[in-house]
């Protein structure tokens, strides 16, 4: 590598490695080099135009890949840009237990697509006035939200009450088994959170 960044790497790179001897790996093909003095290790990755990568500093000896730098630094960033984006986002939608068909269907489109981008989902429903002496039709409602996007995400946390609503959390299958059934791949939907609306427990109007 020709350029020094300014600030310490992340990883240790060809001459910023310390340790005397490396365990090498030649990254492309997955070859295992074995163990080699660090600075014969640097002479065989530059060798094939890469550069030596530290990336398990504390094994003995630390264990080092020969790779593309730059592109090995895109890639880590690249991974843990998508880890971070399907930790944090939680996306919601909000179901009444007189749904009609239209909203419902217009919800689970919704749903779908939040699903389908990574992000997990908190399903509620929000019983109002004398609902409450009739759960098992919310229950019934939150039930049929399972099983229909049973193809797309597995369930965290099962239909709970609390207080006077009912929730349940959803997580997105791995992307290969992801499966639509009421959204096309490239239908579009904004990345708002469904808004029934957001925690008025009074709220009458769709």
Known sequence: MNRRDRREPEHRVNERIRAREVRVILASTGEQL????????????????LDLVEVAPNAQPPVCRIVDYG??????????????????????????????EHDYLTKIRRAESF???GNKLKVGLQFRGREMAHQEIGRAVLERVKEDLATMAHVDMEPKMTGRALG???????????????????????DEDDHDHDHHDDDDGE
């Open 34 to 49: 074995g163990v080699m003095r660090t600075d014969e290790a640097i002479r065989t990755a530059k060798s094939h135009g």
């Open 168 to 190: 349940m959390t959803l997580s997105p299958l791995p992307a290969n088994k992801r499966k639509l059934r009421f959204t096309a791949p490239d239908d579009h939907f904004d």
């Open 71 to 100: 592109k090995f630094r895109y890639e880590q960033a690249k991974h843990e840009k998508e880890k971070k984006h399907s930790v944090n986002k939680v996306k919601e939608i909000k179901f009444r237990a007189n749904i009609d």
């Open 115 to 117: 699903l389908n981008k």
